[in-house]
């Protein structure tokens, strides 16, 4: 072989592999599992975190910025995200799971700033001791008889 047809050879093997690269980059990018990386409760979501609307996927990490009810994440599909509590919250922020099979894990360190977590039709594998104090008990929800006969 020639040192022309070589060099010839050489550079279109360098273009096939950079097609071959820049296919496999391309396509890593446009993969069908897009994942939240984070959001904040309040600040993204405008409170509410919704399996149902807004996101069926469940972000990775889900900070608590302020009053947050997390929502439909049945056992079909359930949240697998990790929750912080995040920055200074005003005290009596209240976290809501409604209707939410919750498989990751929860900071809780704020027992002494008088927050609460409150389970309605939801259930976690992953309560930590010390998110246990947080937990509204049922008898503690404020139940009032209905005025009339």
Known sequence: MKFAELITAKRRGGKVLFLLLALLAVSL???SEARAQAID???DAGGIVDGFVN????????????????RNYPA??????????FGSLPPGTLLIFDNVFHTGNMACNLQSQGNFIWFVNSASTTVQNNCINLLIPVEKIDKTNPPGP
């Open 55 to 70: 996101y069926p996927v469940p972000p990775s990490n889900i900070n608590i910025d302020g009053p947050c009810t997390i």
């Open 41 to 43: 409760c309040v600040g």
């Open 29 to 31: 990018g446009a993969s």
């Open 76 to 85: 079909s599909n359930p949240l697998t995200s990790n929750i912080s509590w």
